[in-house]
């Protein structure tokens, strides 16, 4: 499939009542030969008017999270694991997440990056195991198939809790620097 296939295909997707409730889809952004791939749960508010997943309150924290670390928005790719917003931003339903993992593993099979980085618990309890523990497993590394794949704090979780955001930004750190290792093949 091609991207063009794929995002057309997830635009007039019916699988769910989400979809007759968006306003855009919320496919993806970025890089699609990104070595970072960024993975969060459901697009919000201002992802669904704007069709950009992070735009809103939380995306602009999460933004000078990359900044701070010289991170180019533009090289990443970032995605969610839902295309539509639930309503009232809800925690999206196990269903819904299943019936919208197959566009999610389609972009990382045509993006191929070397690191994903799960954004919040929701995502990491989908890719990386069901009783994913976010306070007690942030910035552990986890390796699943051809991925290095690690999770995070959700921006929208450090707004509510901003006691947390050195943890985020000592993962993003490290983040950084085994992706660099990578690159470098170390």
Known sequence: MTWEELENSCKSC???????????TVFGVGNKN??????GEAPGESEDKS??????????????YLLALG????EVYIANILKCRPPNNRDPLPEEQDMCMSYLREQVRL???KMIVCLGR???MKLIKPDFKITKEHGIFFKK??????????????????????EMFTDMKVIKQKLEGMKNGN
């Open 111 to 113: 993006i191929k990056p």
């Open 145 to 166: 198939g051809a991925f290095e794949i690690v999770a995070v704090y959700h921006p929208s979780l450090l707004l509510r809790d901003p006691s947390k955001r050195e």
């Open 122 to 124: 929701i995502s990491a």
């Open 34 to 39: 990104a070595s970072l791939m960024f993975v």
């Open 51 to 64: 069709g950009i997943p992070f735009v809103g309150r939380a995306g602009k924290l999460f933004d000078k």
């Open 71 to 74: 991170i180019d928005r533009n």
């Open 14 to 24: 019916d699988k769910c009542p989400l979809g007759k409730t968006k306003t855009n």
